[in-house]
């Protein structure tokens, strides 16, 4: 009887879990038509990322490129982070931290800038505060960041 308990467990287990990645991919498929159309509206010429940001690299930079592995690069950034709508929701001139310590798609498109740059990145909901969203920022919402890379080490 245990055996059989465990495998109907096992079972439901293995469901639920379907039921799930569909879920993830079909919010990332709505996402991804969403920021096409943003992309499109506002003449952006965007790169995808094999994770599924788009950036636009705006300046360069020069010198290398910050990290996350194996040991995370500590990043000063100016930014300004937006809806698709254009509403800002927050900005801030100067803040220090860990690469690792942002969210995904922070995480991702810094990397493909050098200190003194600047990019935009259109991030997924799923590579940013995914469904349960954080504070103000509702669950599933695609954000714009406009990030300036100051320096990092």
């Given at each position: 009887m245990k055996k059989y308990l465990l495998l109907f467990s096992l079972f439901i287990i293995s469901?639920?879990?379907?039921?799930?990645?569909?879920?993830v991919s079909e919010q990332a498929a709505v996402d991804d038509d969403k920021?096409?159309?943003?992309?499109?509206?506002?003449?952006?010429?965007?790169?995808?990322?094999?994770?599924?940001?788009?950036y636009q690299v705006i300046t360069p930079g020069t010198g290398p490129y910050p990290?996350?592995?194996?040991t995370s690069s500590t990043v000063q950034i100016a930014y300004t982070g937006s809806y698709l709508n254009g509403q800002v929701f927050q900005s801030n001139?100067?803040?220090?931290?860990?690469?690792?310590?942002?969210?995904?798609?922070f995480q991702i498109g810094l990397q493909h800038i050098n200190k003194g740059g600047r990019i935009l990145l259109i991030i997924p909901s799923g590579l940013a505060y995914g469904t349960a969203g954080n504070g103000?920022?509702?669950?599933?919402?695609?954000?714009?960041f406009k990030v300036d890379l100051i320096g990092f080490f």
């Open positions: 469901l639920s879990a379907c039921k799930k990645g569909d879920i920021i096409q159309a943003y992309i499109k509206a506002n003449n952006i010429n965007a790169t995808k990322d094999a994770s599924g940001i788009y990290v996350l592995t194996p001139p100067s803040t220090t931290g860990l690469l690792s310590g942002f969210v995904q798609g103000a920022i509702p669950g599933n919402a695609v954000i714009v």
